[in-house]
């Protein structure tokens, strides 16, 4: 049973450039959420979609923007990177959010780097 | 807002030292409580859960209970390993919220032999 895959494992952009990270669930679950963690800090909330569509974000700028696919996997994109985006993006996964189960099980991270 | 109070640290114990990693959380209702783990260079891992007041958590020798009158939920071990050096995440989140996950800073425990 596969688990939450995500690519790429690494990525160096500059600043003002666009990025994109992309995750598939783990079999069996049709909600991902994005979560960023900076450097010695716990994750913090980005955004979760259900269904194809934006349902709960987080105190993040409209640079960080995303989507879901038919299959249920994600992607997340920021515009106009900054020197302050760096950070470990992790993707998680669960049932929808009416399906009773709160557990979420998280990807490897991607690390972007922006110099 | 909701928020996760975890004690700082790095904490150092010797292998086979008890762990006690103090958790609290500030919440408006009963949110469900997790302690996850992050070993180096890897993603999250679910430790152990607690849905409701008193329940206790268990998973890999690992405790927890969910303490509503403390707003508490702190993580514990009778006899830790080297192989539990890694950083552990309180969270809690909640029903109907979506399954949205608010943590904690995080506490880096490094066991040493």
């Given at each position: ?5 995500q690519?790429p ?8 450039q666009q ?9 069996g679950?049709?909600?991902v959420?994005?979560y ?12 979760q ?16 923007s995303?989507?879901?696919?038919p299959?249920y996997?994600s ?7 900054l ?8 993707c ?15 990807g490897?991270g ?6 | ?15 086979e030292a008890f762990?006690?990693?103090n ?18 260079g ?7 859960k ?9 998973n890999?020798?690992?405790?927890a209970?969910?303490r ?7 993580l514990?071990?009778g ?10 995440f309180?969270?809690l ?5 979506g399954?949205?996950?608010t943590f ?10």
């Amino acid at each position: 049973d596969a688990g939450v895959t995500q690519s790429p494992t690494h990525l160096i952009k500059t600043r003002g450039q666009q990025v994109t990270l992309r995750c598939s669930p783990k079999s069996g679950h049709d909600t991902v959420s994005w979560y960023q963690q900076a450097l010695g800090q716990g994750p913090q909330f980005i955004f979760q979609y259900y269904e194809e569509e934006e349902r709960q974000r987080g105190n993040f700028p409209d640079r960080f923007s995303g989507h879901q696919f038919p299959n249920y996997s994600s992607e997340l994109n920021v515009n106009a990177l900054l020197l302050g985006d760096s950070a470990l993006y992790l993707c998680a996964s669960s049932t929808g959010p009416g399906g009773g189960s709160y557990e979420q099980y998280f990807g490897p991270g991607t690390r972007l780097t922006v110099t | 807002g909701n928020s996760v109070t975890q004690m700082e640290g790095p904490v150092t114990l010797s292998e086979e030292a008890f762990l006690t990693i103090n958790c609290t959380y500030t919440a408006t209702g009963y949110p469900s409580l997790f302690w996850y783990v992050q070993y180096p260079g890897e993603g999250l891992q679910l430790l152990l859960k607690a849905t409701k007041a008193d329940d206790k958590g268990s998973n890999k020798g690992f405790e927890a209970t969910y303490r509503k009158e403390t707003t508490s939920f702190h993580l514990e071990k009778g006899s830790v390993q080297v192989s539990d050096s890694a950083v552990y995440f309180c969270a809690l989140t909640f029903t109907g919220g979506g399954n949205k996950l608010t943590f904690g800073t995080g506490t880096q425990l490094k066991v040493e032999l």
